[in-house]
């Protein structure tokens, strides 16, 4: 049975990805904030396990990380992320560029030691700097950060077989997307976990869309 990790699955995206692996089969680990919280799984059972984590605390990152030395994961899935803050800039800088990749780095191994050994750090169109002199907005501006941070670790990585992608789940409709965004977190989500299933070692570093195709910088 393979193992996803999914950080941040409390609503939206990350519950989706929760929910289509369940029903997939997988045994399926997700992170959220409050320990004692329960998904709102609807008709869905599985091999579900649940562990607390608020991504702007390292130890709490040590913590779950030390959970996995014994337990290969062989899909990380890095969704937690905010597009405001009380804590300012800041703070979703924080959570939106620096959290992402010193979980990834503290589970490298655990995913290195699983059969499929894939990484997925969700990014957003609204980070690629496209040769653009504007400046970005504070979350554009976390985003693009992530983006080049993980840019300058795909050689390392490569060198333990990993497949990493920065992702851009689409315009989807979500506390953070808005009730205007065209696409649907069901159908976002599907199209990913399509992407994830077919993720070549020739894909490594790549900045992919929810449909797979290339996006720039």
Request: no cysteine; glycine share 8%; hydrophobic share 40%.
């Amino acid at each position: 049975m393979p193992t996803v990790l999914i950080i941040g699955a409390s609503r939206g995206i990350g519950l989706e990805f929760v929910r289509q692996y369940l029903i997939e089969g997988w045994e399926v680990h997700a992170t959220l904030r409050t320990p004692d919280s329960h998904l709102p799984l609807k008709g869905v059972s599985g091999n579900l396990h649940l562990h607390r984590l608020d991504v702007r605390y390292s130890d709490q990152i040590r913590n779950l990380a030390n959970t996995f030395l014994n337990h290969p994961i062989d899909v990380l899935i890095h969704n937690a992320g905010v597009s405001k803050s009380s804590g300012g800039a800041k703070e979703i800088m924080k959570i939106n560029s620096e959290a992402p990749i010193e979980l990834a780095t503290a589970l490298l191994d655990a995913v290195a030691q699983s059969a499929q050994k894939k990484i997925v750090l969700m990014t957003s169109q609204m980070g690629a700097r496209g040769g653009s002199t504007a400046k970005l907005d504070p979350y554009g501006e976390s985003k693009a950060q992530l983006n080049d941070h993980f840019r300058s670790l795909v050689s390392a990585w490569s060198e333990k077989k990993i497949r990493a992608i920065v992702m851009h789940p689409g315009w989807v409709r979500t506390d953070m997307g808005g009730p205007s965004a065209p696409l649907s977190v069901e159908e976002s989500v599907r199209g990913m976990m399509d992407v994830i299933r077919n993720l070549s070692l020739q894909q490594h570093g790549s900045f992919l869309t929810w449909r797979g195709d290339t996006h720039p910088w």
